[in-house]
């Protein structure tokens, strides 16, 4: 069975420039989670999925940050204009919903604004 | 808000000894779940243990077993015969149903086990 798939693995962009991220979840999850990792530091979730609606962005900055999961399977995670703060490594996980259940996690993206 | 907390930055290990990894969390739901997830350098995070709240046996997996103490809120991670691959971030995390299952993670341990 494909795990979760990120893609790209690494993005290098200047300050003020757009950045998108791509996640496929594992066939049959219904939900979806983007978390941001910082160097040094544990995941924080910026978004959660349920199918195709946003259950949780409370976490998300919404002046920068936008996000969609068209048809409840794939997601998109963009930025717009990335800042140096943004720099940290992206995580996409996926799981069958419902707290007991094990979250997979992709490789995730590690972008750099510089 | 729950957080959860891992106090020990860095550990190290013998190849084939015993360690124990810290974390507590705190929290007022009753019930919830507890994970430790490992996440070995360069590559992606995965579950290593997970453990019920109202469950009072404490889980074990092969060589990782979790000393989970629900009144001090308290969730350790011991690995026996630690080996070259158990080096890793090593990161706690806590859900429940009401935060819409999402993880609260630790700020993660890194371990090095020494040959």
């Known amino acids: 069975e494909a795990g979760v798939v990120q893609s790209p693995r690494y993005k290098i962009i200047e300050k003020k420039q757009p950045v998108a991220f791509w996640c496929n979840p594992i066939s049959g999850h219904n939900t979806l989670y983007w978390y941001r990792q910082n160097l040094g530091q544990g995941p924080e979730l910026l978004i959660r999925?349920?199918?195709?609606?946003?259950?949780?962005d409370s976490q998300l900055p919404k002046d920068r940050f936008s996000a969609e999961r068209l048809k409840g399977v794939d997601s998109t995670l963009k930025i717009q204009p990335a800042e140096l703060g943004d720099s940290a490594v992206y995580l996409c996980?996926?799981?069958?919903?419902?707290?007991?259940?094990?979250?997979?996690f992709g490789p995730g993206t590690r972008l750099t604004v510089t | 808000a729950q957080t959860v907390t891992q106090s020990q930055p860095e550990m190290s290990v013998q190849e084939a000894e015993t360690v124990t990894l810290s974390c507590t969390y705190d929290t007022s739901e009753n019930n919830y779940y507890l994970f430790w997830y490992k996440q070995p350098p360069s590559r992606q995070m995965i579950l290593v243990i997970r453990?019920?709240?109202?469950?009072?046996q404490n889980a074990t997996e092969n060589r990782f077993s979790v000393n989970f103490q629900k009144a001090a809120k308290s969730f350790s991670l011991k690995i026996s015969d630690s080996q070259l691959g158990d080096t890793a971030m090593y990161f706690c995390?806590?859900?429940?149903?009401?935060?819409?299952?999402?993880?609260?993670f630790g700020g993660g341990t890194r371990l090095m086990v020494k040959p």
């Open positions: 995390a806590f859900s429940h149903h009401n935060a819409g299952n999402m993880l609260t």
């Open positions: 996980a996926s799981s069958l919903g419902g707290a007991v259940y094990e979250q997979y």
């Open positions: 999925y349920e199918n195709e609606e946003a259950v949780d």
């Open positions: 453990q019920e709240a109202y469950k009072q």
